[in-house]
């Protein structure tokens, strides 16, 4: 069973950065997709990025130009830079990666933006 550990949330002011990471219990070469969305109580999970395994990259509208996804293939952890952040970031982000067909989810990592 493969798993997902995430770590790297927390409280950050307007304007600030955090940086997410997605560590795989198995070799990220052999997941097809990996990506992150984020959940705000009451409302549905949404795409914020996506890497896919040849390095290309998808961002939402809403954080292009301020975060960045990347990954270090020999730690086997797909990373979220965040800049910019705004308080309508303010989420639990959730990392996924596709292995033999079958999604699986990290398991969330709170963000908040406030002053």
């Known amino acids: 069973q493969v798993q997902l550990v995430e770590s790297g949330g927390g409280l950050v002011q307007p304007g600030g950065s955090l940086r997410l990471s997605c560590t795989a219990s198995?070799?990220?070469?052999?997941?097809?997709?990996m990506d992150w969305f984020r959940q705000i109580p009451g409302r549905e999970r949404e795409f914020v990025a996506r890497i896919r395994s040849g390095g290309i990259t998808d961002y939402a509208n809403s954080v292009k130009g301020r975060f960045t996804i990347s990954k270090d293939t020999a730690a086997n952890t797909m990373f979220l830079q965040m800049s910019s952040l705004e308080p309508k970031d303010t989420a639990v982000y959730f990392c996924r990666a596709v292995y033999q067909g079958i999604a699986i989810w990290g398991q969330g990592s709170q963000v908040t933006v406030s002053s």
């Open positions: 198995t070799s990220i070469d052999s997941l097809t997709v």
